[in-house]
């Protein structure tokens, strides 16, 4: 009878520190499985003793990949040992404890967070074994695909926005890849080779996302594309670049891999991404706003409801565009991609039809609401100046305008200053701010020394939606910018 309530204790114990485990595995998860990024989380977590058991509620669930599923069964298995340690050995090794062995085992359960670190830490090797079998079947695929063309879009912000404008100009001649969201990791975008690509697809437009240097030049050896558009390079990451400059270097690992053979399209808007058009080595092309753009815009005409201009190319050719997308700054990402298509062989008019079909992005100033009250979802838009351009486009609206915004994340010792210029731009151009979370909200206050309207600080986005619920009338146009996933709550 007690051996039988000993393997009770065991079982339940295991069983009480995966579910325990979960929110810290779902923290791991959207931390890239780094586990230096991780422990930030561990430490915040062993000091706020009420979060060891009752965990904060989150906005993304957990998903159970298999590599999610390996790290569960190792932490069981982990935890299971302990357990028969401290149930089964530990008596036996120190026959006077002062404490019940079952005492010991149960405090695995609070420690459940610990435990994760150790499991994660235990499966890196096996992990990097699985990873490096997929990425040669993903590399031998695209071998296997000579005829494919590969055309790789990187930038500190208007990426994905890019890479779905140029799948739906491309559309209009070729049969197009394009990996869904954000898949722009190397494992992201080994996953889409191996699960999505066809043997029909003719185009597979390839998202570059990076937070270290290096992490393009992995994805540039995986893919070898033949083809580039740089977006932008701006505050983004700073905590791991360190610096502007090593945000241009890690952007400027995809204009490496293009050789002097490739082909790359640079925005103008961006000052620095014209001083890496200069040093490229490869058949570039400019696209933008300057008279002197071999692709540029004319005739602007940004509104509430979408944006019209019209089309130049360096040969004369002129045509009428219309788009339902918002912001002078998507305008920016439509011509570096118009530019790419036209280089590609479309003809303007193909690229015209295909701009008047673009869809606006999830997430990315899209309009969601407009009775009583227009909704603008801008929640992945982390950057400093695509806030920037958002609040240009609420500036724009009728009626009282409303932000509500976190701030910024990942800004290293700039985050406190670009703060302050937000709480400048929304002085400038919002009736109400909801700021959310305390210290971001008193940095960002430091720059709106100038702003007559109402300021509320919230702890929550879920906070944030109830006090609207209570002050919002109708007329009211809510722009939401940026919304932190929950490893940054």
Same mark, same amino acid.
């Given at each position: 009878m007690i051996l039988f309530a000993k393997i009770l204790l065991v079982c339940a114990v295991t069983a009480l520190t995966v579910l325990a485990a979960r929110y810290s595995v779902h923290m791991?998860?959207?931390?890239?499985?780094f586990l230096s990024q991780y422990v930030p989380h561990l430490f915040?977590?062993? @000091?706020?003793? *009420?979060?060891? =058991?009752? $965990?904060?509620?989150?906005?993304?669930?957990?998903?159970?990949?298999p590599r999610i599923l390996r790290l569960l069964v190792c932490l069981a298995i982990l935890t299971a040992l302990f357990a028969v340690f401290f149930t089964f050995g530990l008596p036996a090794l120190c026959p006077s404890l002062p404490f019940p062995p079952?005492?010991?085992?149960?405090?695995?359960?609070?420690?459940?967070?610990?435990?994760?670190?150790?499991?994660?830490?235990?499966?890196?090797?096996?992990?990097?074994?699985?990873?490096?079998?997929?990425?040669?079947?993903?590399?031998?695929?695209?071998k296997e695909r000579s005829d494919l063309q590969i055309v790789a879009i990187t930038g500190s912000y208007g990426k994905t926005s890019t890479k779905f404008i140029l799948s739906t100009?491309?559309?209009?001649?070729?049969?197009?890849?394009?990996?869904?969201?954000?898949?722009?990791?190397?494992?992201?975008?080994? @996953?889409?080779? *191996?699960?999505? =690509?066809? $043997?029909?697809?003719?185009?597979?437009?390839?998202?570059?996302?990076?937070?270290?240097?290096?992490?393009?030049?992995?994805?540039c050896d995986l893919v070898r594309p033949t083809r580039a558009i740089l977006t932008s390079i701006g505050p983004q990451h700073l905590d791991t670049f360190g610096s502007i400059e090593g945000v241009k270097q890690g952007k400027y690992e995809l204009i490496e891999a293009l050789g002097t053979t490739g082909t790359a399209v640079f925005s103008s808007l961006n000052e620095d991404v014209r001083a890496l058009y200069e040093?490229?080595?490869?058949?570039?092309?400019?696209?933008?706003f300057l008279p002197e753009d071999d692709v540029r815009a004319e005739n602007l005409s940004v509104g509430c409801s979408g944006s019209a201009f019209t089309l130049v190319t360096r040969e004369g050719e002129r045509v009428e565009c219309v788009t339902r997308l918002l912001g002078?700054?998507?305008?920016?990402?439509?011509?570096?991609?118009?530019?790419?298509?036209?280089d590609m062989g479309l003809t303007p008019e193909e690229v015209s039809r295909g701009i008047a079909k673009i869809q606006p992005i999830e997430h990315r100033l899209q309009i969601v609401k407009q009775t009583p009250i227009t909704v603008i979802d801008d929640a992945f838009n982390a950057s400093p100046n695509g806030a920037k351009a958002a609040l240009n486009v609420l500036a724009r609206f009728t009626g009282r305008r409303v932000i509500v915004t976190p701030g910024f994340v990942e800004l290293g010792s700039e985050q406190a200053r670009f703060h302050r210029e937000l709480g400048e731009e929304i002085a400038a151009c919002a009736d109400v701010a909801v700021l959310v979370g305390k210290k971001r909200a008193a940095e960002i206050q430091a720059g709106m020394t100038d702003f007559k309207g109402e300021t509320h600080i919230v702890e929550s986005l879920e906070e944030a939606m109830t006090l609207l619920k209570d002050i919002s009338v109708t007329g009211d146009v809510v722009l939401f910018e940026n919304d932190l996933p929950d490893n940054y709550e």
């Open positions: 791991m998860q959207l931390e890239g499985y915040a977590r062993l @000091r706020r003793p *009420r979060y060891l =058991l009752a $965990p904060p509620t989150v906005k993304k669930p957990l998903h159970y990949t079952a005492v010991f085992c149960v405090l695995l359960v609070p420690l459940a967070s610990l435990w994760v670190l150790c499991a994660a830490a235990i499966m890196l090797p096996v992990e990097k074994a699985i990873a490096r079998v997929f990425v040669r079947d993903a590399a031998r695929r695209l100009l491309l559309s209009e001649r070729f049969s197009c890849l394009t990996p869904p969201s954000s898949y722009n990791t190397t494992l992201g975008v080994v @996953r889409v080779i *191996r699960e999505r =690509l066809q $043997p029909d697809d003719e185009v597979f437009i390839c998202e570059m996302g990076s937070r270290h240097i290096g992490d393009i030049r992995e994805l040093k490229a080595p490869c058949r570039k092309i400019s696209a933008g002078e700054h998507n305008i920016s990402n439509i011509l570096v991609a118009a530019a790419m298509a036209l």
